[in-house]
């Protein structure tokens, strides 16, 4: 891919950015040196290579659920300020 006045011209455009010409310079190499550096990624014989997503084979990491007991609601409504006897009742939150 060429990287040209033009296709910086566009760049700058779609991120909404003012370039100074030094900085569009700049741009310009800092983008074909990337350009280089894929191009030689792309050289690589990954004929025999199985494709991945992820570069550990750890499928999941996190453990089984398990059903445990939980605090009883009669218990945790005691210690509530105010409650309807099923939810604790907040402060409404003034702005």
């Keep these: 891919m060429l990287v040209d006045d033009e296709l910086i011209d566009y760049l700058e455009e779609l ?17 074909s040196n990337i350009l280089d550096l894929f191009a030689k990624i792309d050289e690589l014989d990954t004929e025999n290579v199985t494709g991945r997503s992820h570069p550990f084979d750890n499928v999941n990491a996190l453990r089984e659920d398990e059903v445990q007991a939980s605090f009883e609601r009669e218990l945790i409504l005691e210690n509530a300020p105010e409650n309807d006897g099923e939810m604790i009742i907040a402060p409404m939150a003034v702005s």
């Design 15 to 31: 991120s909404s950015l003012l370039l100074s010409k030094d900085e569009k310079q700049r741009l310009s190499a800092d983008l």
